[in-house]
């Protein structure tokens, strides 16, 4: 509990100190779903904890940057809004972690379903992970990094982004601006 305590705000240790999120208010998917419309690449992990009520958490400060539309965030302030993930029914958990580094940042995860079970996995930058097994259903939730709850915008699709940026890429390749400069020449 003291890593929550070092660089993450007061409002968040008390929540969890107490459990009380307010999960009657949070989106209910799967990580498959999820994945669709958030990336976790560059996030940093808060927490990984199990409640009283044998329900397993992850807290993680979602990178704003990558998630713009989805969490809500404004450039002006910059700061990560924190994604709260509760699985209700966990089978396993393996995990791995190196004790001398400084930021836990995520650099991929992954989710599929087999026979009924999924299997979530977050990688880090170091060569840590978490995986977990369990049942498919999770609620998310999404917090200002000032502990104010937003909806999250489970509609909004990272690969939005993604085609937005390639069709304005595809606007300015280098044989375009070619094609631009020699009908002047001619």
Avoid: C
């Amino acid at each position: 509990m003291d890593d929550i305590l070092d660089d993450n705000p007061q409002w968040l240790q008390s929540l969890v100190l107490a459990d009380m999120f307010q999960w009657n208010n949070a989106h209910q998917t799967t990580f498959g779903e999820l994945f669709e419309a958030v990336t976790y690449h560059d996030s940093h992990w808060v927490a990984s904890i199990t409640n009283k009520s044998l329900e397993h958490v992850l807290i993680i400060r979602l990178d704003g940057f990558w998630n713009k539309e989805y969490s809500h965030y404004d450039e002006s302030i910059q700061d990560w809004p924190f994604s709260l993930i509760k699985i209700e029914d966990v089978q396993s958990i393996k995990y791995k972690r190196y004790e001398d580094r400084e930021t836990n940042t995520i650099s991929s995860s992954e989710s599929h379903i087999t026979e009924g079970v999924a299997v979530t996995r977050f990688d880090d930058i170091y060569g840590g992970f978490i995986e977990l097994k369990h049942n498919p259903n999770i609620k998310v939730l999404l917090m200002s990094a000032q502990g104010e709850y937003f909806p999250p915008n489970p509609e909004v699709s990272i690969n939005t982004t993604e085609k937005e940026s390639e069709v304005r890429l595809e606007e300015f390749k280098w044989w375009k601006f070619w094609e631009h400069d020699s009908k002047k020449i001619s």
